[in-house]
C-alpha cells in the first residue's frame, strides 16, 4: 500500500504544469543573486562565499518557499476537486500513509529545486569569472537545507489540506519564508518550522550549522514535520472535515 499510495502521487507530476515553476523561478533568483553579486563586486571580496549569499538569501526567503508552497498545493489539488477526500479515505490506503506519500514526493520535489539552484550558483560563478570550483561545503549545505526542508514541506501540506485554494497557500509559504528569517536572524530559528532552510543554507553568512548545532538542528525538524503530519492527519480522521 505504501508503493502505490507514492505511485499515485508521482503519476500527477507527469507532465504537470508546476514544473515550469522550477524552471523559471530558479532562474530569476539567480539572476537576481548574480545581478547584486556584480553590483557589488568592489566591496564583496569572498568570491564564491559572496556569490552563494546574494543567491541563496532571496531564494531562502521567497523563492524556494514559494516553490514548497507550489508544490504542495498541486499534491493536494485533485482531492479538493469534488468528492475525491471522501473516494480515497474509502480505499485500503489510510490517511497516514497518503500523507507520508505527499510528504516523500514533495520532499523529492524539494530535492530538484535545491539541485537547480547548485547548478545555477556554480554557472552563475563561472559566467562572472569566479576561479576553480567552490568548495564542498555548498554541497553539504544544500544537503541540510534538504534535510531541514522536510518539515517546511510538511507545514505546507497542511496548509494546503485546510485551505482548499490553489494560491493562498503559496502565500502562507512566503509568509513563513519571511518570518523564518527574521525568526533566525533573531537567535529564535529553531522556533520556526521555515527558518530551518535558511539556517542551512547559512544565507546570510552568521555562520554554517556545525556539529554542536546538528542535533537541535534534526530534532527540530523531526518535531515540526511529525506535528504537521500529526495534524493533517487528525483533520482527515474527522468524517465532518472530509465530507465538507
Not at 547584486?36 to 546574494?54: C, K, M, P, R, V
Not at 479515505?89 to 516523500?104: C, E, G, I, N, T
Not at 550558483?121 to 576553480?132: I, K, N, Q, T
Amino acid at each position: 500500500m505504501h508503493a502505490s499510495a507514492l505511485r499515485a502521487e508521482l503519476i500527477k507530476l507527469h507532465r504537470a504544469p508546476i514544473w515550469v515553476a522550477f524552471i523559471v523561478l530558479p532562474l530569476v533568483a539567480a539572476a537576481i543573486g548574480t545581478f547584486n553579486y556584480q553590483s557589488n563586486i568592489e566591496i564583496l571580496e569572498s568570491g564564491w562565499f559572496d556569490l552563494w549569499t546574494q543567491h541563496t538569501l532571496f531564494e531562502s526567503m521567497f523563492f524556494l518557499q514559494a516553490l514548497i508552497g507550489v508544490s504542495c498545493s498541486w499534491l493536494m489539488r485533485l482531492e479538493h476537486q469534488g468528492a475525491n477526500w471522501n473516494q480515497l479515505m474509502a480505499s485500503p490506503v489510510s490517511a497516514v500513509r497518503v500523507l507520508v506519500a505527499k510528504l516523500a514526493v514533495g520532499w523529492l520535489m524539494l530535492g530538484v529545486a535545491l539541485a537547480a539552484i547548485g547548478a545555477l550558483f556554480v554557472a552563475c560563478g563561472r559566467l562572472v569569472g569566479l576561479p576553480d570550483l567552490p568548495g564542498p561545503e555548498y554541497v553539504q549545505w544544500l544537503v541540510l537545507a534538504w534535510v531541514g526542508g522536510v518539515a517546511s514541506v510538511a507545514c505546507q501540506l497542511f496548509a494546503s489540506l485546510v485551505i482548499r485554494n490553489f494560491a493562498a497557500p503559496v502565500g502562507v509559504a512566503v509568509i513563513g519564508g519571511i518570518v523564518g528569517f527574521l525568526a533566525y536572524a533573531y537567535g529564535s530559528g529553531y522556533l520556526c518550522p521555515y527558518a530551518l532552510i535558511v539556517m542551512a543554507l547559512n544565507s546570510n553568512g552568521h555562520g554554517a550549522i556545525g556539529a554542536e548545532q546538528m542535533a537541535p538542528f534534526l530534532a527540530a525538524t523531526a518535531a515540526f514535520t511529525v506535528l504537521a503530519l500529526g495534524a493533517a492527519a487528525y483533520i482527515l480522521s474527522r468524517r465532518d472535515i472530509r465530507t465538507s
